[in-house]
């Protein structure tokens, strides 16, 4: 599909659902908009079509000397390696008392609603909401937070009136100079999915990597340097003891129409096994792992 017809849907998506009667959204009282500018990553959202399988999100901003907001929406397709996707939508400021309340243009003259709604003092994490309460974006100047102010940050999502279990996690690419916390040591990470006839499973153990088909091992081969750092990487971005927690985003595997899915990390000697879901569309937290463990070559 063409960009210009993407972002026509993506338009028409925004006004149809705005057209939904909801309370106000009160946005924040005050933005220094030359100290809001520059990087923001998405941390987690409520994804449009367009972002459901984005990784590395990243949001940018630049103020031009008319008042608006130069917008950079950018973000790798479908893996951490995957197609650089780049859009750019324009903001403008409708309240210019707060600067917190904006209209963004993806397609001349329709500004959709765009709402400050939390921002910290120190301007380092910031909540995006929508009156309709249709999408949200919890963003931060740093690509991972801790789960402390993670918790804090989607609490006030959930007060905003969101349905925080379409809250999905976003998965960035850390710099390799970024290790997994010395408090959690990962040593065995495993993927599992079984239906009637058919079983299939992948397992990364002290370096080595296999294969299993049926039961049956069809492929085994140490980790290279490459594939060991990209693995830490990915699990830098998950936080192991939450996955049980995590939501399927369908069900199919329950009424018999896909594999019956899960993953387990042993970490600390302790295992962790996350809910089960559809083999085909795992949680977003765990995407880039199940990717990562059904690729390796």
């Given amino acids: 599909m063409k960009l210009r017809q993407q972002i026509v849907l993506i338009v028409i998506?925004?006004?149809?659902?705005?057209?939904?009667?909801?309370?106000?959204?009160?946005?924040?009282?005050?933005?220094?908009?030359?100290?809001?500018?520059?990087?923001?990553?998405?941390?987690?959202?409520?994804?449009?079509?367009?972002?459901?399988?984005?990784?590395?999100?990243?949001e940018s901003y630049r103020l031009d000397s008319d008042g608006s907001v130069a917008t950079t929406f950018s973000f790798n397709a479908g893996s951490l390696r995957g197609e650089k996707k780049i859009y750019n939508p324009r903001g403008f400021i409708t309240d210019k008392s707060s600067n917190a309340i904006w209209g963004m243009q993806f397609v001349w003259p329709i500004k959709a609603d765009y709402r400050i709604v939390y921002l910290d003092d120190a301007y380092q994490q910031t909540v995006i909401g929508r009156t309709s309460r249709d999408y949200v974006w919890v963003m931060a100047r740093t690509a991972q937070i801790s789960d402390?102010?993670?918790?804090?940050?989607?609490?006030?999502?959930?007060?905003?009136?969101?349905?925080?279990?379409?809250?999905?996690?976003?998965?960035?690419?850390?710099?390799?100079?970024?290790?997994?916390?010395?408090?959690?040591?990962?040593?065995?990470?495993?993927?599992?999915?079984?239906?009637?006839?058919?079983?299939?499973?992948?397992?990364?153990?002290?370096?080595?990597?296999?294969?299993?088909?049926?039961?049956?091992?069809?492929?085994?081969?140490?980790?290279?340097?490459?594939h060991s750092k990209l693995l830490a990487q990915v699990l830098a971005g998950i936080d192991v003891v939450a996955i049980k927690d995590l939501q399927a985003p369908s069900k199919r595997h329950q009424f018999d129409g896909a594999m019956v899915t899960s993953v387990a990390i042993t970490a600390n000697g302790k295992t962790h096994r996350s809910v089960t879901f559809d083999d085909d569309n795992p949680p977003q937290a765990l995407k880039a792992l199940v990717h990562f463990l059904l690729t390796v070559r």
Avoid at 22 to 51: C, H, S
Avoid at 186 to 192: G, L
Wanted: with cysteine; aromatic share 10%; net charge neutral.
């Fill in 148 to 226: 402390q102010d993670y918790s804090a940050l989607v609490s006030r999502v959930s007060e905003l009136g969101y349905d925080i279990e379409l809250l999905q996690k976003a998965v960035h690419t850390v710099s390799k100079s970024v290790s997994l916390p010395e408090a959690i040591t990962v040593e065995k990470v495993e993927y599992s999915a079984i239906t009637r006839g058919k079983s299939e499973r992948a397992v990364v153990h002290k370096g080595r990597y296999s294969y299993f088909l049926n039961d049956k091992k069809v492929r085994q081969t140490m980790l290279t340097d490459s």
């Fill in 13 to 58: 998506t925004v006004l149809m659902s705005a057209c939904s009667s909801q309370k106000p959204m009160p946005a924040v009282d005050y933005v220094d908009l030359e100290r809001f500018m520059g990087d923001w990553y998405v941390i987690a959202n409520i994804p449009t079509f367009l972002e459901k399988d984005a990784y590395n999100p990243v």
